[in-house]
């Protein structure tokens, strides 16, 4: 499958904002998070509260700042040369987002990183998340399986791609099973890999091709 990449932006940002949740799925950021960092992106976690939160595979994440101080800070540098410092925000999946509202504030949150023009990238239960918060109706957008976004009730189904990955504009979606086609588009975006090198990257992690490295290493 592939991926389709329409009006994207490159951000001149540094900080990457990674929620994080109980229930978070462990393996869907990490490609993404891991060659951020490595590229010299921040990477801040952002949780409900401070509190630390257990993801799906146990482990405790105490988070960098809580969800009301992200929309503090947002508010705060609106109009200032620190607002350009953010690249993006990445909603990981979580059972969370299928058992209520608790996650509702973090999608919230998205819409006004897209209002602002600012990039969201969501992967799994978090693309349900923006469905319902209507950030998928009029763009393309992919996700677990078309009936799953269907049973959000959005009015965006034309609008889904059965493909690894999707970014239309400053969103980014992807299945549970997509993280390393994720962390492209993302890289894509942010432009981290481009190219040559974007592919070789892909290949490498996606792929176990070895032909790849030396041409990411060159």
């Excluded at 499958?1 to 001149?12: L, Q, V």
């Excluded at 921040?42 to 409900?48: A, I, N, Q, S, Y």
């Excluded at 602002?116 to 693309?127: Q, S, Y």
Aim: proline residues 4%; contains cysteine; aromatic residues 8%.
């Amino acid at each position: 499958m592939t991926n389709t990449t329409t009006a994207t932006t490159t951000p001149r940002g540094k900080t990457v904002y990674l929620a994080v949740y109980d229930t978070l799925a462990d393996w869907e950021t990490g490609y993404a998070t891991a060659h951020l960092a490595e590229n010299g992106f921040t990477v801040r976690t952002v949780g409900p509260t401070t509190d630390p939160v257990t993801t799906m595979g146990g482990l405790r994440v105490q988070p960098d700042l809580a969800l009301g101080e992200l929309a503090e800070l947002r508010e705060r540098t609106e109009d200032t040369e620190d607002a350009e410092d953010t690249a993006l925000l990445i909603l990981p999946g979580a059972g969370l987002w299928d058992t209520g509202d608790d996650l509702a504030p973090f999608a919230r949150a998205a819409r006004r990183f897209v209002d602002r023009g600012l990039p969201v990238a969501a992967i799994c239960g978090a693309t349900a998340g923006l469905a319902r918060e209507g950030l998928l109706d009029d763009r393309a957008h992919t996700g677990a399986v078309s009936y799953y976004l269907e049973a959000t009730g959005y009015r965006g189904g034309k609008h889904y791609r059965d493909v690894d990955a999707v970014t239309d504009g400053n969103v980014i979606t992807a299945g549970p099973t997509e993280p390393v086609a994720f962390a492209r588009e993302i890289f894509a975006l942010l432009g981290v890999y481009e190219g040559e090198k974007l592919d070789a990257w892909y290949r490498l992690f996606k792929n176990s091709d070895a032909s790849a490295f030396a041409v990411l290493n060159s």
